[in-house]
C-alpha cells in the first residue's frame, strides 16, 4: 500500500513509531537510501533530501507474502516530526555506538499504552530489565535493586553504559576465579579458551566506558 500524505499528525506519529523504517530520496540525484532519523536533516534543521519514505511490512495470514506500506512525504513536513523526535533520535546514537563495540540493541513497539517504545538487548549479556522510552523522552527502567526508575535519557546513558561495562569485567573476573579454584597454584595462567574469553570480555568493557569517558569529554 502506497500513501502520498502532507498529513503533519500522521507523519509525526509513523515517524516515532520505531517499526517503521526511513529512507530518504534525491529526485536530482534519482537515488532513495535507507537513513536514521538523525540523517533526515542537518545541524540547523534544513532536510538533507528531496523527500522521505516511512515503511514497514504488514504480515497477512492469509498470504504467504508480506506487503509493504509506505508512506511518501515531502522535506518541508520533515521538520516537524524532527523537532520532536529527540526521544528516540539519542537512544538510536546510543545503539548506533554500541553496536560499534560489538554490542546489540534493539529498539521496538511497546505493548503498553503508557509506552512510546520498548528497548531490548538479545544477547546473553543485560545491564536492566524492562527498559522503555516514555512518551514524554524519559527513560524508565528496572535497576539492581528491582526498583523502577524514570530519569532523563543523560541518567539512563550514563547508568547504562557503567552497569553493561560491570557486567563485562564481572563476567571476565568470574573466569578467573572459575580457574583459580580448579588448580591449587595462584600464578597458574589461564589456558587458552577461558582466556580467550577473558580478554574479550575486558575489551568490550573498556570499550563501553571508553563510550562513556567520550561522553563526559563532550
Known amino acids: 500500500m502506497e500513501h502520498v500524505t502532507s498529513d503533519l499528525k500522521l507523519i509525526d506519529r509513523l515517524w516515532n513509531d520505531p ?12 537515488y532513495i537510501q535507507p537513513i536514521d532519523r538523525d540523517q533526515a536533516v542537518d545541524g540547523n534543521g534544513h532536510a538533507n533530501y528531496d523527500g522521505y519514505v516511512l515503511s514497514r511490512e504488514i504480515e497477512d495470514d492469509d498470504s504467504p507474502v508480506s506487503e509493504l506500506e509506505t508512506y511518501q512525504f ?6 516537524a516530526p524532527t523537532a520532536r523526535s529527540g526521544r528516540f533520535t539519542r537512544l538510536r546514537i546510543l545503539r548506533k555506538e554500541l553496536a560499534g563495540v560489538g554490542f546489540e540493541l534493539t529498539i521496538g513497539k511497546s505493548e503498553y499504552l503508557d509506552e512510546a517504545a520498548s528497548v531490548d538487548t538479545p544477547g546473553d549479556v543485560f545491564p536492566y530489565r524492562f527498559v522503555s522510552v516514555l512518551p514524554d523522552g524519559r527513560m524508565s527502567w528496572e535497576d539492581v535493586n528491582y526498583d523502577r526508575r524514570k530519569e532523563s535519557f543523560d541518567v539512563f546513558r550514563e547508568e547504562f553504559l557503567q552497569r553493561l561495562a560491570e557486567k ?8 578467573r576465579r572459575a580457574w583459580l579454584a580448579l588448580c591449587d597454584d595462584e600464578e597458574a595462567p589461564l589456558p587458552d579458551p577461558p582466556a580467550r574469553k577473558v580478554a574479550g570480555y575486558e575489551r568490550m568493557a573498556a570499550a563501553i566506558r571508553g563510550l562513556a569517558k567520550e561522553t563526559e569529554e563532550e
Do not use: C, Q
Open 19 to 30: 517499526t517503521y523504517g526511513l529512507d530518504g530520496f534525491s529526485t536530482e540525484g534519482g
Open 74 to 79: 515531502d522535506a518541508e513536513s520533515t521538520e
Open 168 to 175: 563485562y569485567e564481572y563476567r571476565a573476573d568470574d573466569k
